[in-house]
């Protein structure tokens, strides 16, 4: 790996890696960082942003209590575009609310989170709980401790129990006892298509958390977590292997993928792990001029904008010439409270493979 370079024409890294046909390339990675104004283009910024060495955890944290604020910018190929936001939601006209709508819509798509103010369960012996009415909020973080999930430590003290698709989140529960359930926080963030109602917050047991809402959120969905670990050849315990989940049905994972991945028929690693946006925020190519539109995650309601429309020509040499890759889109990562947004290309080189690196005699690459 070289040392990133800061150009005029953005932050530049070389890597060496995989790409999905197994292809050993060296990676030529691009970032550049733009202003956002609502209505118009996004337009450069005089500086970019350095690329992310490793993950950074929100409210400076560690894995163990922490979710990934901003992933990891340095792998070599990514099979899919992550679009991410980084922000909060805020209250139509900055007055305080019990419930809301944030959305993100990109190229026909758009994603809708119900957001909820602070919840709590109250237990009701041989009753499922009963659910408090939502705290009003002005403003409210995107962010997975805030999505459907967590642990459960309470239920089965000697065995305590992780949510397999967000360990940090809030809202688990595996028995209705007082114990477990009175006081137990609830989600801000929900699939307003889905929501978590009182029959279905107790599991009754561990093996129920297949049937259990998907974690909701706009940024970095992390390795961990189902389905992201499976591309890791994991798959989470407690689930049947003729069980058919949501995210199968949703085509985010292969057919009978626990099974395959039980009788070792599927690879260990797959490069989907390094695509890490949230469900409904993976797409299969952007082309960088779609129009963004943001709603509920700014102060004014709606910010609306442009991607600019620009792709970087990058050339690599590395002993038998100058070589123009092409720069693909990978990651689209907006922050609408900094008004920013950055945008990172790849283009790859494919090369002899790791015995053939003592024989290299240049790698210089060149950016416009």
């Known amino acids: 790996m070289t040392n990133a370079m800061s150009t005029a024409n953005g932050v530049v890294e070389i890597v060496p890696g995989k790409n999905d046909r197994g ?6 990675i691009v970032k550049r960082t733009f202003r956002i104004k609502h209505g118009s283009a996004a337009e450069r910024c005089a500086v970019d942003h350095e690329l992310r060495q490793t993950n950074a955890y929100y409210d400076d944290g560690d894995p163990e209590w922490s979710t990934v604020q901003y992933e990891y910018e340095l792998a070599p190929y990514k099979p899919l575009v992550d679009i991410v936001v980084i922000g909060k939601a805020y209250a139509p006209g900055g007055e305080p609310a019990a419930r809301m709508t944030a959305s993100v819509r990109v190229a026909g798509r758009e994603k809708c989170i119900a957001v909820f103010g602070d919840r ?21 973080e995107i962010r997975y401790e805030r999505a459907y999930g967590g642990r459960d430590q309470t239920s089965d003290p000697n065995i305590p129990f992780f949510y397999p698709r967000n360990y940090m989140g809030t809202g688990i529960a595996l028995r209705n006892t007082n114990e477990t359930i009175q006081g137990l926080a609830l989600p801000n963030l929900e699939d307003p298509d889905d929501l978590l109602t009182p029959e279905r917050i107790v599991l009754e047991g561990p093996e129920g958390w297949p049937k ?12 961990a977590w189902y389905p992201r670990c499976a591309f890791a050849g994991s798959y989470p315990a407690y689930v049947d292997v003729d069980t058919v989940t949501t995210e199968e049905r949703l085509g985010l994972l292969p057919k009978n993928h626990i099974a395959l991945a039980k009788q070792f028929k599927l690879p260990g690693y797959q490069p989907r792990l390094n695509n890490g946006a949230s469900h409904g925020m993976l797409f299969s190519a952007i082309k960088g001029d779609e129009t963004v539109s943001l709603r509920g995650l700014s102060p004014d309601g709606l910010l609306e904008f442009a991607l600019p429309g620009e792709t970087p020509e990058i050339t690599l040499d590395i002993g038998f010439g100058a070589q123009k890759l092409e720069a693909r889109l990978d990651t689209v990562s907006i922050r609408p409270d900094d008004l920013e947004v950055d945008l ?11 015995s053939w690196l003592p024989q290299m005699k240049r790698l210089d690459v060149e950016v416009h």
């Open 344 to 354: 990172i290309w790849r283009g790859a080189c494919v090369y002899q493979g790791y």
């Open 212 to 223: 259990q809402p998907l974690p909701q959120g706009f940024g970095w969905f992390q390795h």
């Open 23 to 28: 292809d050993h390339i060296f990676s030529v």
């Open 120 to 140: 709590e369960c109250q237990y009701r012996e041989n009753m499922p709980p009963a659910i408090s009415e939502p705290k009003p909020f002005t403003e409210m």
